[in-house]
Nanobody, 128 residues
């Protein structure tokens, strides 16, 4: 049974930090690209960050570039998202997702059904 279990969400003040984790099981984690996607209240999905299967390639959405860092530990089947300098507009439910292919969104929004596997999400709330 495939599982992507995200954790580490919570409340933070603007300027603070949080570290999200996503533990994967039931598939060959090291063969998959991993993604973080978020959804703010009342809005569509927004791509946040991607990391290649061996961790050598990383990409970030414009709104989080320079503040967020994606990483992975294939020995632990876990992907991370270190979020620094948080802003109220980072408030959202954060999802991790997996796909064997590189995916990118230019002028479009991601959708859940584009990914092979999709996690349950963890809530992040940033206050002023």
């Amino acid at each position: 049974q495939v599982q992507l279990v995200a954790s580490g969400g919570g409340s933070a003040q603007a300027g603070g930090s949080l570290r999200l984790s996503c533990a994967a099981s039931g598939f060959t984690f090291s063969s998959y690209w991993m993604y973080w996607v978020r959804q703010a209240p009342g809005k569509g999905l927004e791509w946040v960050a991607s990391i290649g299967s061996n961790g050598n390639f990383k990409a970030y959405g414009d709104l989080v570039k320079g503040r967020f860092t994606i990483s992975r530990n294939n020995a632990k089947n876990t992907v991370y998202l270190q979020m620094n300098s948080l802003k109220p507009e980072d408030t959202a439910t954060y999802y991790c997702a997996a796909d064997p292919r590189w995916r990118s969104w230019v002028g479009s929004l991601p959708s859940e059904d584009e990914f092979t596997y999709w996690g349950q999400g963890t809530q992040v709330t940033v206050s002023i």
